[in-house]
């Protein structure tokens, strides 16, 4: 069974995405290395413990609706109270509501943690954190007063409300109504799909923020608005109220993540004998939803790039410890008696070091993904705005580079277990089931891709990008300069992969600023990996400078690995012209 890899994470926490240098310059207060500690250990004493004992019985069990009501699987209500009480929703939550404002970066390492434990477990509050975070930029002083310290503690929980049948990765296809009833109040109308944990018994109450039109709105994007929709009323004091007209009419039959209930919300259906309409409240301005859902979904979209690493995780844990007992074969490296145990045979290796090294890669890229949010946050001026730039390049590395390792770990270690992989009683297929679903919700990794060539390679006028890769250019020319023993041919892959990353980044900013997007775009998934694999490899090379115990793995993974990235650049380059004669031969409609 999983255990939470603390020192993995503190390590990379600290000497790859800068927590380290940050703590001693004090950029984050009186916080300490013994506090990160501490709540790091603890985080995965709870992960270990409590959490993925009960991660079997959620895949078997499911959510469960009846009467509108649905039931989460035996022990996961009682397992949400024990982690609530415990703190772990209000890590990062505002100071003020009740929070303890810690850094995303340790956030995001506990969340990693619950979602390795159970994947189903962590997207709940995941949501939550969310929902939090976009009420605190952009709600209302009231609004903020009576819903964000429930929030904050976890007593009630958070849901994303966008998608709809016709509305999926085009939010401007949306049709949910919200009528002004004229006292500050509106009546929304409208079906929701895939509303994740929309309806549960974990808490009293569900806060949903949900995106409708006005009646007067513009078509498209611009004519969104967000709102708020608490299943039950609150009053002044903080008491329930009324049941309000939301009600979940179906639940998804999923490949994986089966105690997450996936929900099909109908807002406005004169629910119970209510009057027609659930009353909202305005999040922001009318018109301005989608920025304020931003705010949301940029959160979200680190969060779920996290459940790929903590998949990924788990389940090289659990082919790591397969491949030391399961017998097969003779190897040379084996002295003792019978059949060796197949960890001694160097294909197994190779999968199990592959699934090691991108593990590692997508937590480093992550963590310094929350780095840079964090420095945002508590910089100003010129650095703040870096930082922002920083973050914003590398959320869809973290979410989509994240989620595809999620994949292909999980596949990687069913290989591993052979027949016995396909078979459920293992857990290897389960991990498999889960981490499909992440490169397809929070904008799928295609739309990740193409944020990535479209709006954060013109970040800083185009400069930005070629700024971190001379960062990353640094961190090789360190290997190379180094007296440590053991890196190989390190230096020059990083080199070579660093130069193949400038050559295609210049090579599609050049077609973007042409005006021949669509070409830029034929070559954004590649782009994507290429980028990711070349500062993965960096930042593996980091953590080895830092501790000379990872210098084989980062080895390996500069000279197995990271000569993909040549192929990577050729279909960007070369691939647009191919792509789009055969592209013709598809298309019907
Ligand atoms: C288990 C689960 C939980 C979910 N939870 C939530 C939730 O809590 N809240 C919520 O609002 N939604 C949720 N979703 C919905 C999820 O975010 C959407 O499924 C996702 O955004 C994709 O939309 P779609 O399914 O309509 O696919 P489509 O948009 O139809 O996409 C289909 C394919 O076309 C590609 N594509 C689409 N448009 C373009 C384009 N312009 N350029 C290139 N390629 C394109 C996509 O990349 C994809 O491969 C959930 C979904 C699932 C399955």
Redesign the pocket.
Known sequence: MYRAPVEDIAFTLKHVAGLKSALDAGTFGDLGEDLVDAVLGEAGRFATDEVAPLYKIGDEQGAVLKDAIVTTPRGWKELYRRWIDGGWNALSGPEEYGGQALPTMLGVAALEMWNSAAMAFG?GPT?TMGAVEALDKHASEALKSKYLEKLVSGEWMG?????E?Q????LAALRARAEPVGDGTYRIFGQ???????EHDFTDNIIHLV?ARLPDAPAGTRGISLFLVPKFLVGDDGSLGTRNDVFCSGL?H?LG?HA?P?CTMIYGDGFGGAAPGAIGWLIGEENKGLACMFTMMNNARLSVGMQGVAVAEAATQKAIAYANERRQGKAATYVGAGMAPIVHHPDVQRTLLTMKALTQTARAISYCCAHAIDLARVSAGDEAAHWRDRANLLTPLAKAFSTDVGVEVASLGLQVHGGMGFIEETGAAAFYRDAR?AP????????QA?DLVMRKLPLGGGEHVHGFIDELAAVANAVRTSNLEGFGRTADALDKALGELSEATRFLQKLSADGRSDEA?SGATPYLKLISLAAGGAYLAQGALADQDRIALCRFFAENLLGEVRALKDRVVDGAESLAAAGKALISA
Not at 440 to 447: A, F, L, Q, W
């Open positions: 997207i949501l849901t994303m409300n966008l998608t049948p509305a999926g990765s085009d929701k799909i895939f509303i994740t944990y929309g995106l998804e999923k993540i997450s996936t679903i397809i919700y929070e904008g799928t990794n295609g739309i193409i775009l």
